[in-house]
């Protein structure tokens, strides 16, 4: 429990990982499965150490092994009943595997009609984007057809835009259709959080939606345990390998939750 941060007055639950409330939600990415012999055994390590989610890197999964069945890891999360963020990364933010996007994009709606992910991260240029407007759309109605969760999300991974440029990032976002908005950018200097954390109290006053912001560097993580104060619902940690830099190991963070609760 989180006895100070900004929470909504109607929690959102997306297949009981509950949006909104004094909880934050612990998210970790998985970019590899090199030692396991499959998910499942991460899905006992997740459940053993209280992370609530995690976020399947298909990237970085793709890159390890290019002849990955998607079947192999979601079919299997599927009948374990464990929930996860379904993220394909595009290069343009992040994404480690290079593909053009009409593939990209083809594959997720592929993979999301076959399996149904709880949660899929999508970026918000795909819904801007006239060339793309099939694939959003697509995906946009067949995650609210079968109640995916669906995050847009903005990355920049060399600055923190201003105040004005991340607050209307989070709006578009909302008018997008997003049930879950997500800004992730990189910390320079102190300034850069502080701006973080002001466009978080707003965006999360405002619009009154699921909300995960996030700063990267080293710096960052000083971001990074902040914004769930300030109404950010999730935040993404170092559980076996880390998907971005500044992600805090997953006993710190719990640590913190655990003093933030006790305030
Ligand atoms: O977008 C995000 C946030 C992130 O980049 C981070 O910095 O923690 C990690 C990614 O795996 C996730 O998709």
Redesign the pocket.
């Known amino acids: 429990m989180f006895a100070l941060r900004y929470t909504l007055e109607k929690a959102v639950n997306v297949h009981g990982i509950v949006f909104g409330d004094n909880n934050v939600i612990i998210a970790a ?1 998985v970019i590899s499965l090199k030692g396991f012999n499959d998910i499942s055994e991460i899905v006992n390590i997740a459940k053993e150490k209280g992370i609530h989610i995690l ?1 399947i ?1 298909y990237d970085y999964l793709l890159m390890e092994n290019k002849d990955l069945s998607p079947s192999n890891i979601l079919l299997q999360l599927n009948n374990l009943g464990f929930p996860y963020i379904f ?1 394909f ?1 595009s290069p343009r933010e ?1 994404g480690v595997y290079e593909i053009p996007d009409h593939l990209r994009l083809k594959m997720i709606l592929d993979i999301i009609v076959k399996y149904k992910p709880t949660i899929l ?1 999508v970026e918000l240029y795909v819904f801007k984007d006239p060339e793309m407007r099939y694939y959003a759309s697509s995906i946009l109605k067949y995650s609210k057809d079968e109640g995916i969760g669906l995050i847009v ?1 903005y ?1 920049d991974f060399n600055n923190t835009p201003d105040y004005d440029t991340l607050y209307r990032i989070g709006e578009e976002e909302a008018a997008v259709g997003a049930d879950i908005l ?1 800004i ?1 950018t990189m910390a320079r200097d102190f300034s850069d959080i502080i701006t973080m954390l002001r466009v978080t109290h707003d965006l999360r006053a405002k619009l009154r939606k699921p909300l995960i912001t ?1 700063t ?1 560097g080293e710096r960052g993580k000083v971001g990074r345990v902040l914004t769930p104060i300030f109404g950010s619902d999730l935040v ?1 940690v170092d559980l076996m390998g880390k ?2 830099s ?2 805090i190991p997953l006993s710190h963070m719990l640590d913190f939750v655990r003093i933030m609760g006790e305030l």
Request: aromatic share 6%; hydrophobic share 30%.
């Open positions: 990415p976020e890197r993220t990364r992040g991260d999300s990355h997500k992730a996030l990267m993404f998907s971005a500044g992600q």
